[in-house]
């Protein structure tokens, strides 16, 4: 295969802290099921806003340079789980809107977010074989 380019400092650092974002992420959906009741929505709503955002910037920043399609459009399935958390951030701040609009956004983010992280270390792992070859 052809060489891959180096990430940069800002690449590798926005990918070691997009965990971040999906913790806070998680604290804000737990909050009501710890809470027993959407009466701290005001805090929940900023927690996860502030998550959807973390994610969305450390996903954009951190894009995969290399030749391996599979691999790049695996890391761009992250920056679209963003986008769905972000989506159910919306959702958040509109009135009227259910509980279950950016719940299942959520859902749906998660959802990217779990296939992606299983199959990029496969992916990664798969072209160090034949590399190695």
């Not at 990430?7 to 913790?23: E, H, I, N």
């Not at 805090?43 to 599979?70: E, K, N, Q």
């Not at 691999?71 to 958040?92: C, I, K, P, Y």
Request: proline share 5%; glycine share 6%; hydrophobic share 55%.
């Amino acid at each position: 295969m052809t060489q891959e380019k180096p990430t940069t400092r800002l690449a590798a650092t926005c990918g070691a802290l997009a965990p971040v974002g999906l913790l806070l992420i998680a604290i804000a959906t737990l909050m009501p099921l710890f809470s027993g009741s959407f009466r701290s929505l005001d805090t929940m709503r900023w927690i996860y806003g502030a998550g959807a955002l973390w994610m969305l910037v450390c996903r954009l920043f951190s894009p995969y340079r290399g030749a391996d399609l599979r691999l790049r459009r695996l890391v761009r399935m992250q920056a679209w789980s963003a986008l769905f958390f972000v989506a159910g951030t919306v959702f958040l701040f509109v009135p009227g809107t259910a509980p279950r609009d950016w719940l299942a956004l959520t859902m749906a983010g998660a959802a990217v977010q779990i296939i992606a992280s299983v199959m990029i270390p496969a992916r990664m792992a798969k072209i160090a074989k034949e590399s190695r070859k």
